[in-house]
């Protein structure tokens, strides 16, 4: 009996995850017809692929979608692992190295989180447009790389802390410096916090919406949040493309976290000894 209710428990909790991704994927194989007079609810009473056709090929296409999901690839991947590099070198220094006021300025790390995006993104609009860097994938990362570092700094540094010194001593012994230590001893063994932080930046980066539509005015460097919310009509609302749209927009995250799924756990079984 406590088997099946745990299987029960587990069965609600899967039916409570997926229902939303459940939902787009009926509603992006649906007609507007079926979609307004409520006839998909669960499944497509006509199924159909013409929704997904509109964003990849058609409509959606002509309007800078796949170019859209090209720019939120570039701009997600970049933001991630810049903020892996810097965010790991800044964590090993407020974990391993003495210097004044450290903790205090962990502390300041800390509170910027605390802070809305939305409070800082007009001081941000004005610098970059001062820097001439409006409407490009530079500013998008570089936004994005300040909204994400203090995260990654705070987790990462909690990651480094719980490492023995002992190792980087031997390391030191054996000849290697600060930064061969770090790359060649530490970040393997950190290899559970460098995946989940950098998980969390790919996502925080690819699903920001409000930091690109500030940022950008073109094709050039818009997102696909961005793009994805300019197929609402003024007047008519194509809710298949913007399901089919959003589905396609799930993808990337999906795929990339299984695959990275082996590394993760190999990461959680590899020990300092190993």
Request: proline share 4%; net charge positive.
């Amino acid at each position: 009996m406590k088997k099946l209710m745990m299987y029960a428990g587990l069965a609600l909790l899967m039916a409570f995850t997926l229902a939303p991704f459940l939902s787009t994927l009926t509603t992006s194989l649906s007609t507007n017809q079926d979609i307004i007079s409520g006839a998909n609810r669960f499944f497509p009473t006509h199924a159909t692929f013409a929704n997904f056709n509109k964003a990849i090929m058609g409509q959606a296409a002509l309007s800078g979608f796949v170019s859209s999901m090209i720019n939120s690839l570039i701009v997600a991947a970049v933001t991630t692992i810049l903020c892996l590099l810097f965010g790991a070198l800044g964590a090993y220094a407020f974990a391993r190295l003495n210097f004044r006021f450290r903790d205090s300025f962990v502390l300041l790390v800390l509170v910027t989180q605390m802070i809305p995006g939305i409070a800082v993104l007009i001081p941000i609009y004005v610098i970059f447009r001062q820097m001439g860097l409006l409407d490009t994938k530079t500013s998008i990362i570089m936004a994005q790389m300040a909204f994400n570092l203090p995260f990654i700094i705070w987790i990462m540094r909690s990651f480094f802390s719980s490492i023995p010194k002992d190792l980087e001593e031997a390391a030191f012994i054996d000849g290697l410096g600060r930064f061969g230590a770090l790359f060649r001893i530490i970040l393997p063994i950190s290899t559970p916090g460098l995946f989940a932080t950098g998980v969390f930046a790919f996502m925080n980066s690819w699903n920001d919406f409000l930091t690109p539509l500030v940022l950008t005015s073109s094709q050039v460097a818009k997102t696909m949040p961005v793009a994805i919310n300019e197929f609402l009509g003024r007047f008519t609302v194509d809710y298949g493309l913007l399901a089919a749209a959003g589905f396609i927009g799930i993808i990337p995250p999906i795929l990339i976290i299984l695959f990275f799924q082996r590394y993760l756990i190999e990461g959680l079984t590899a020990g300092a000894v190993k």
